[in-house]
Structures are given as C-alpha cells and as structure tokens.
C-alpha cells in the first residue's frame, strides 16, 4: 500500500508561482517513477511531469520552461514548481506512482490561475 498526500494549491493571478508537494508514505526509491497529471474541467486528465528513480525528468510540451520537477528523498515528497502560470494551468494537480503494477494517486489538489 502506497499513501500519496499532494499539498500546495491555490488561488493566483497569472504569471504567478506555486509549489505543490507529493509526500508517500514510503521511500520515494520504492517507486520507477513518479508523477505529477492535472485535470481540468470537463478534460481528461493529462500528464505534466515525471521524475525516474534516477532522477531523469521529462514534461508536457505545454508547461516546458514554467515548471519543474524535483524531489526530497530523505523526506520522501516530490515537490512541482510552477511558474509563469497561465489561466489554462487552472487544474486539479494529482501525484501518481506505480508499485507491483498497481497505479495509486494522491486526493488532488487545486490550482486556480486568474487572468
């Protein structure tokens, strides 16, 4: 069993920053990967970044540049920093990880950018 807790949304105007944090309940090394997705309204969810066991990240072409993936292995959180925030960021953010292939997210937090 995996616990992921996501923490740091908001409300900001646009061009502003936020930092989400994951926190699991269990070494951050357990995991291949972890990853941060959003959900807006009436949109599937989508991918926004991931960080490997290694350290190697890759992000959607749309937050490229603006947000960052990284991570506190002896706190065992994966944080999301996100700058230069756009109206079209407005989500819920979720954590996601995958262990014995089985999938587990994290409740979700919302971010809310105003232009």
């Known amino acids: 069993q995996v616990q992921l807790v996501e923490s740091g949304g908001g409300s900001v105007q646009a061009g502003g920053s936020l930092r989400l944090s994951c926190k699991a309940s269990r070494s951050i090394f357990s995991f291949n990967a972890m990853g941060w997705y959003r959900q807006a309204p009436g949109k599937q969810r989508e991918l926004v970044a991931t960080?490997?066991?290694?350290?190697?990240?890759n992000y959607a072409d749309s937050v490229k540049g603006r947000f960052t993936i990284s991570r506190d292995i002896a706190e065992n959180t994966v944080y999301l920093q996100m700058n230069s925030l756009k109206p079209e960021d407005t989500a819920v953010y979720y954590c996601?990880?995958?262990?014995?292939?089985?999938?587990?997210w994290g409740q979700g937090t919302q971010v809310t950018v105003s232009s």
């Open positions: 960080i490997t066991s290694g350290g190697s990240r």
């Open positions: 996601n990880t995958v262990l014995a292939l089985r999938t587990y």
